[in-house]
């Protein structure tokens, strides 16, 4: 099952920052937090994963809190190609994922 | 970032008839990949999980011998629905996890439809 809580929906403006949260309170130490998405009909994208620390790379930074229990996927400047489903995993690398319902975040002209 | 191919892109058959999916690593070995099946406005579900040159784990609720699973390679999986029915429609996507196992790179998906 999987073990992350994540808002159905939400909109952002072009050209600014989407932040997308994610609740995974029961996290295990051994587990990172995985950021995917998909756009409608195809496979998933893999966006970024992190242990502990903040990351970033081309696509969007990772915030993870301290505790670990939350993070936000922040996307710095949303474009119309953005819409998509965001899906958080968390899961230890190598292991099977287990999908929730994801956040369908619209990007507005 | 690594690439996952997937053959057919989409395949309609009579009911009764038996469909091959195709799931390829291009650019790097998987010892382990996934096969997910994604109904309509729902999320991806976890099938199974296949080892290469092992036998595939099944999720709870998924048969074994309905949806066949072959991991002959470090490059290849292969999904066989037997005796396909019209429930049996749905979009199947896999995803294949590279030897450091940081992750998992999914295919484009296969479009099954039984009629």
């Known amino acids: 099952d999987a073990k992350t809580t994540q808002p159905p929906s939400m909109d952002c403006a072009e050209g600014r920052a989407a932040n997308l949260p994610c609740n995974h309170s029961?996290?295990?130490?051994?587990?990172?937090v995985y950021w995917y998405r998909q756009i409608h009909s195809q496979g998933p994208q893999y966006i970024i994963h992190?242990?502990?620390n903040n990351e970033t790379n081309e696509m969007a930074s990772l915030i993870i809190t301290e505790d670990r229990k939350s993070s936000t996927l922040i996307l710095p400047h949303a474009t119309l190609r953005d819409t998509a489903v965001y899906y958080c995993i968390v899961c230890p690398t190598g292991n099977q994922f287990y999908f929730g319902t994801g956040t369908s975040l619209t990007v507005i002209p | 970032g690594a690439v996952v191919s997937q053959h057919p892109s989409r395949v309609i058959c009579k009911s009764g008839t038996s469909v091959k999916i195709e799931c390829r690593s291009l650019d790097f070995q998987a010892t382990t990949m996934f096969w997910y099946r994604q109904f309509p406005k729902q999320s991806l579900m976890l099938m199974a999980t296949?080892?290469?040159?092992?036998?595939?784990?099944?999720e709870q609720g998924v048969e074994k011998d309905k949806f066949l699973i072959n991991h002959a390679s470090l490059t290849l999986s292969t999904l066989t629905v037997t005796s396909a029915h019209p429930e049996d429609s749905s979009f199947y996507i896999c995803?294949?996890?590279?030897?450091?196992?940081?992750?998992?790179?999914f295919g484009p998906g296969t479009r099954l439809l039984v009629l």
């Open positions: 992190g242990l502990k």
């Open positions: 029961t996290i295990s130490g051994n587990e990172y």
């Open positions: 995803s294949a996890a590279d030897r450091g196992q940081k992750t998992q790179y």
């Open positions: 296949s080892n290469e040159g092992s036998k595939a784990t099944y």
